[in-house]
């Protein structure tokens, strides 16, 4: 059975969809089977994965709101290993669409119970706003990765979500784990960064991945050559970054297996 992590922040800007692709792709390379999905209007993952959003690709639109198979949508991409469930502007009206439907909140988590034991990883890129499509992210996701922008309300801001999280697991009876606070855009040159940094890992502890991920033009032109950092620029800060904090992840899975298993 696979483990479902949302990438979420309420706000934008924060790396969320870069996270997303390279996180992927850094797992796939570790030889471990991943979807991405897609939940963002903007559909940034989408075309950062070099997928096309033409008039016939089927979306986790069809999906949410025509309840469409979830493997008709599937993708796989140029990264061997790592699929796609795809997004495209359609997306936008889901909100509207699906307020009327029973469970309209764990529509995803059902949609994507039949293929959890097809990945070992699943990743949700969720939109920035707490909306029915993020709730559908979170309700279907076991965890959450949330980045965070090295700056001075980054505090703030990650404590408003852990508001939300906590909110989530009491309304809704779902467990909701942290499996890391990821320090993005971070700039070692700067004072603030490194304070802002000493700040989250004094406040959250172990909650904050080891792995910091660099400010970089390499990483931000990536997407728009439809490509991951490790397929775009395999030797860059960025990448290097990613490898690094897929193996946190991996490492975070199997100290959860041998607890499990103890």
């Known amino acids: 059975?696979?483990?479902?992590?949302?990438?979420?922040?309420?706000?934008?800007?924060?790396?969320?969809?870069?996270?997303?692709?390279?996180?992927?792709?850094?797992?796939?390379?570790?030889?471990?089977?991943?979807?991405?999905?897609?939940?963002?209007?903007?559909?940034?993952?989408?075309?950062?994965?070099?997928?096309?959003?033409?008039?016939?690709?089927?979306?986790?639109?069809?999906?949410?709101?025509?309840?469409?198979?979830?493997?008709?949508?599937?993708?796989?991409?140029?990264?061997?290993?790592?699929?796609?469930?795809?997004?495209?502007?359609?997306?936008?009206?889901?909100?509207?669409?699906?307020?009327?439907?029973?469970?309209?909140?764990t529509i995803l988590a059902t949609a994507i119970a039949g293929i959890r034991d097809q990945y070992q990883y699943i990743l949700i890129d969720c939109p920035p706003a707490l909306d029915l499509l993020t709730l559908n992210a979170l309700m279907a996701a076991d965890a959450v990765i949330i980045p965070i922008q090295c700056e001075f309300f980054a505090l703030e801001g990650?404590?408003?979500?852990?508001?939300?999280?906590?909110?989530?697991?009491?309304?809704?009876?779902?467990?909701?784990?942290?499996?890391?606070?990821?320090?993005?855009?971070?700039?070692?040159?700067?004072?603030?960064?490194?304070q802002v940094a000493a700040d989250l890992r004094e406040f959250f502890g172990s909650e904050v991945f080891r792995t910091v991920i660099p400010r970089s033009i390499r990483l931000a032109e990536a997407p728009s050559h439809g490509k991951s950092i490790l397929t775009y620029d395999p030797a860059s800060k960025g990448s290097e970054a990613y490898i690094q904090l897929a193996k946190e992840v991996l490492a975070n899975g199997q100290k959860r297996s041998e607890k499990s298993a103890g």
């Open 1 to 105: 059975m696979s483990r479902v992590i949302a990438i979420t922040n309420q706000k934008g800007g924060v790396g969320k969809t870069t996270t997303a692709i390279n996180l992927a792709a850094a797992l796939a390379a570790s030889e471990v089977k991943v979807l991405l999905i897609d939940t963002d209007p903007q559909g940034n993952s989408t075309s950062g994965l070099g997928i096309a959003k033409t008039d016939g690709l089927q979306t986790i639109y069809q999906v949410l709101v025509d309840g469409s198979p979830v493997q008709d949508a599937i993708c796989h991409t140029e990264t061997p290993g790592l699929d796609l469930l795809p997004a495209d502007k359609n997306l936008i009206g889901a909100n509207l669409d699906l307020v009327g439907s029973d469970q309209r909140e």
């Open 158 to 194: 990650v404590s408003g979500l852990m508001d939300t999280i906590d909110r989530i697991r009491d309304s809704f009876g779902h467990p909701l784990d942290i499996e890391g606070i990821l320090l993005t855009m971070y700039d070692e040159r700067t004072n603030l960064a490194r």
